[in-house]
């Protein structure tokens, strides 16, 4: 289903390039990036939460159309333009749908399934610890992995 809706938003987007002017085309991908780096952001700060990843992409986008809309209407031969300003948020829109999407949520259940463990959100625990291995600084030796014939002190 997700695939047929991702071609489906493809076939839009690439119908619309042909009917959009080249500047609104220029924001939304100015608002594709910064909204990207908007709920990247959100996303650190509210340890995954996804509405504030969506809210982070939106909030991106804005930020950055609201600059550049700025910027042009202090120009003598450019100006002020919702247009672009539109465009430029529903960049960051799209990448916050996006994301919100295609998030595998059924990957992060699998993962907890198989023994690790969130540890003050959504951080997992150490996977090598999970291997059997004795760990130094959190890595199994050389001698364990069977790339040396060296033993190190302390650990037998």
């Given at each position: 289903?997700?695939?047929?809706?991702?071609?489906?938003?493809?076939l839009?987007?690439?119908?619309l390039?042909?009917?959009?002017?080249r500047d609104?085309?220029?924001h939304?991908?100015?608002?594709?990036?910064?909204?990207?780096?908007?709920?990247?952001i959100?996303?650190?700060?509210?340890?995954?939460?996804?509405?504030?990843?969506?809210?982070?992409?939106?909030?991106?986008?804005?930020?950055i159309?609201?600059?550049?809309?700025?910027?042009?209407?202090?120009?003598?031969?450019?100006?002020?333009?919702n247009?672009?300003l539109?465009?430029?948020v529903?960049?960051g829109?799209t990448?916050?749908?996006?994301?919100?999407?295609f998030?595998?949520?059924?990957?992060q259940?699998?993962?907890?399934s198989?023994?690790?463990t969130?540890?003050?959100g959504?951080?997992?625990?150490d996977?090598l610890?999970?291997?059997g291995?004795?760990?130094v600084?959190?890595?199994?030796?050389?001698?364990?992995?069977?790339?040396?014939t060296?033993?190190?002190?302390?650990?037998q």
């Amino acid at each position: 289903m997700k695939k047929t809706l991702f071609i489906i938003a493809l076939l839009l987007i690439a119908n619309l390039n042909g009917q959009v002017e080249r500047d609104k085309a220029l924001h939304f991908l100015g608002g594709n990036l910064y909204g990207l780096a908007g709920a990247g952001i959100a996303k650190q700060l509210s340890d995954g939460d996804r509405y504030w990843t969506f809210a982070g992409a939106v909030g991106g986008s804005l930020m950055i159309g609201l600059a550049k809309e700025a910027v042009d209407a202090g120009q003598r031969e450019n100006g002020w333009d919702n247009e672009d300003l539109l465009a430029t948020v529903l960049g960051g829109m799209t990448v916050g749908l996006t994301i919100e999407l295609f998030t595998n949520k059924k990957r992060q259940k699998r993962r907890n399934s198989l023994g690790f463990t969130d540890v003050g959100g959504n951080l997992p625990a150490d996977p090598l610890l999970l291997t059997g291995f004795d760990t130094v600084d959190g890595l199994p030796t050389m001698a364990e992995l069977g790339l040396s014939t060296q033993v190190r002190e302390g650990l037998q």
